[in-house]
């Protein structure tokens, strides 16, 4: 673990966002190389802020707090980089967190947190946060040049086919749980309307539904999709989400330099008034090099099948093991990282990934299915204790794959070498923060989009470890949403992916 006493400066770090596990701030100190590094800190109920006082006492000597941060760091890297590839996930560096410091951050921070967040705090438990690249922007600055970043939470990418799904369920075969849990949101006022996003679009690799997903998540965003320009979070709206590239335009755009320089102001200034184009002769939109990114990318494909394999009993039975295992006085202890590596490796042992990656829908479903070696017929309760606790873990693992955040970066390329290169080119940027830490790496592809040159990277973020006694709260979350669907809108609506 490093400690980098030129991070402990509370005027060096910036609000950037947060989810419900995870608070993001950014690097604005002076010193270079952190220039592109965020820094990532565990949230916790305000509850908790009784442990306030841990913080000093904490620091560097807790046996059981230094192994559950070395969990976090490492579950992502080792356990979903074997199932996602390492390429995809996001590196983390843990650094140690000065008494003091992360109270007076948790302080700075606060007036900067959306309203709606603020029901828990930084958790003032923890004595170890996580450097980590900055994937909003790229390591190498291009002069002229802006970073343009896409932050999707892209949830569930399947129609379950289990056969282990009990009758009164069937639904979930037909209408994804985003769809269905729209209508949950909608009515405890979680949400003021019904996205018009579908994930099992976006996760069809089929051009026409990438796109009209992509263009869906930016007509309603919700917590689904962010914009960011230079490291800077925009607004996600159809004019933001067009300016941002005829904004890179230079040597294509057919717009004066002065007309140019007058819409980017403008548009930064958040005027939302600007014409843009929706047909295919203007300049290229955003969501149209996202999607030959998303299509190009075998990102996407391995995270929906990775989410349905993981994920082949569903939560009925998962939470039928679980009770079992808890019946039989099972001690259910929350897995080590060794354990979920393990549940990983086995479940590589069975699966053929470019078998998964290339095979049909069908012949997917099918390999899956008879690669668990029992049937809904078998008496699941004669299965040894192990292979439950295996199931068990496989579906938190597809939990974490379903919750995961994907970032694509992407910038013109018009560097003079650019024309001589051709697509599907790679190159890589390496970023040194700390002598004696690992280097932060990313890897750039080159696409063409419209006889254009673009540099793209895609990285896998929010892989947090989900816990065994939450089966409980995702069954009862699950049946919930099932039910008040079918009670508000019953099965008539089309299948999710079909239209
Ligand atoms: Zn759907």
Redesign the pocket.
């Known amino acids: 673990m490093a400690t980098i006493l030129e991070l402990y400066r509370v005027d060096y770090w910036k609000y950037r966002a947060e989810g419900n596990a995870n608070i993001v701030l950014q690097y604005i100190g002076p010193h270079s190389r952190f220039r592109n590094t965020v820094l990532r800190l565990r949230k916790a109920d305000r509850l908790d802020d009784s442990r306030t006082g841990l913080e000093g006492t904490n620091f560097g000597d807790n046996t059981l707090t230094m192994k559950n941060l070395t969990k976090e760091s490492l579950f992502a890297t080792e356990v979903i980089g074997l199932l996602l590839g390492q390429q995809f996930v996001e590196q983390l560096i843990a650094v140690a967190l000065p008494p003091g410091f992360l109270s007076s951050l948790a302080l700075a921070m606060e007036p900067s947190r959306p309203e709606s967040r603020r029901q828990k705090g930084i958790d003032m438990a923890q004595s170890v946060g996580f450097l980590a690249l900055d994937h909003t922007r790229f390591i190498k600055p291009s002069p002229g040049q802006s970073d343009v970043a896409v932050e999707i939470k892209p949830k569930w990418g399947f129609?379950t086919k289990s056969a282990f799904l009990r009758k009164n369920q069937d639904i979930k075969r037909r209408?994804?749980?985003?769809?269905?849990y729209q209508h949950q949101k909608l009515k405890i006022g979680q949400e003021g309307g019904l996205s018009k996003?579908?994930?099992?679009?976006l996760f069809s690799g089929t051009e026409l539904m990438v796109h009209d997903a992509l263009d869906s998540l930016v007509d309603t965003p919700q917590n689904n999709l962010r914009l960011f320009v230079d490291g800077i979070q925009h607004p996600v709206s159809r004019e933001s989400t067009t300016q941002c590239f005829s904004e890179l335009a230079t040597s294509t755009s057919p717009q004066p330099q002065e007309q140019q320089q007058k819409r980017k102001s403008k548009w930064m200034e958040g005027d939302d008034h600007l014409d843009y184009e929706e047909d295919d002769s203007g300049p290229v939109r955003l969501t149209e090099v996202l999607t030959q990114i998303l299509i190009e990318s075998p990102l996407l494909r391995r995270l929906g099948r990775l989410q349905q394999a993981l994920d082949s009993l569903d939560v009925e039975t998962i939470h039928r093991l679980y009770t079992n295992l808890l019946e039989h006085d099972f001690s259910l202890t929350e897995p080590t990282v060794e354990e979920f590596l393990g549940t990983a490796e086995a479940f590589m042992d069975r699966t053929d990934m470019d078998e998964m990656m290339t095979e049909d829908q069908e012949t997917f479903e099918t390999h899956n299915a008879s690669g668990l070696g029992f049937e809904p017929e078998d008496d699941l309760d004669d299965l040894p204790e192990s292979l439950k606790l295996h199931f068990i873990r496989e579906f938190l693992l597809s939990a974490t794959l379903k919750d995961c955040s994907v970032l694509v970066t992407i910038k013109r390329d018009t560097s003079a070498a650019a024309g001589a290169m051709t697509a599907n080119t790679t190159s890589s940027s390496r970023l040194e923060v700390d002598t004696g830490s690992p280097e932060f790496h990313e890897a750039c592809h080159r696409i063409k989009v419209k006889e254009e040159m673009f540099m793209y990277k895609i990285t896998c973020i929010d892989l947090d470890p989900k816990k065994m006694t939450s089966v409980p709260m995702y069954l009862e979350k699950d049946r919930t949403i099932v039910k008040h669907y079918l009670a508000t809108v019953g099965d008539r609506e089309a299948t999710?992916?079909a239209n």
């Open positions: 129609l209408k994804c749980r985003f769809c269905m996003y579908c994930p099992i679009d999710c992916g």
